[in-house]
């Protein structure tokens, strides 16, 4: 789990968002498990797209944490990312898992810092760094309000 940067600046900037919202919008890096924990059912990744073609360092993807279970898509995320490590540029490659899994798989501590959150009628969304030794994830992740009803 990263550490977030700015506390108080985040709860601050999520204050007018229902507790469910909330909760989503401030989770400090890969949503698989909390999301999975919110359908009761395991939340995957496709990746939609991927270009690491300008160069080694620099990759854009987007994908989508999908429910398999329930057949839809929780959550699409855009990301440029910016990786040293070599390590986080072959799973990178490999397509088969997300940004969040590889930090957590390779045991990196970050930083979460929330740049943005915003909703309207279809989506509610957060923008965010994620930062560690040897990469930095900039992050856009929409959810469809639908599927996030707060009471």
């Known amino acids: ?7 108080e600046g985040t709860l601050e900037s999520l204050r007018d968002f229902g507790p469910i919202r909330r909760m989503i919008l401030a989770v400090p890096g890969t949503l698989q498990g909390t999301l999975t924990a919110y359908f009761g059912s395991e ?6 797209f991927q ?4 160069d080694e360092k620099h990759f854009t993807r987007e994908v989508d944490l999908v429910c398999r279970e329930r057949g839809m898509v929780v959550c699409r995320a855009r990301t440029d990312v910016l990786v040293e490590d070599e390590d986080i540029r072959n799973m990178l490659r490999e397509r088969k898992v ?3 899994q590889v930090v957590e798989l ?5 930083t979460f810092e ?5 909703e309207d009628s279809e989506f509610f969304w957060r ?9 930095v994830y900039r992050i856009r992740e929409e959810f469809p309000s639908g599927l996030y009803p707060e009471a």
């Open 51 to 54: 270009d690491d073609s300008r």
């Open 98 to 100: 997300g940004l969040g």
């Open 43 to 48: 939340v995957g990744i496709e990746v939609r």
């Open 114 to 118: 929330l740049e943005e959150a915003g």
């Open 127 to 135: 923008v965010y760094e994620l930062r560690g030794a040897g990469f």
């Open 1 to 7: 789990m990263a550490e977030i940067l700015d506390l």
């Open 106 to 110: 390779l045991r990196i501590p970050t």
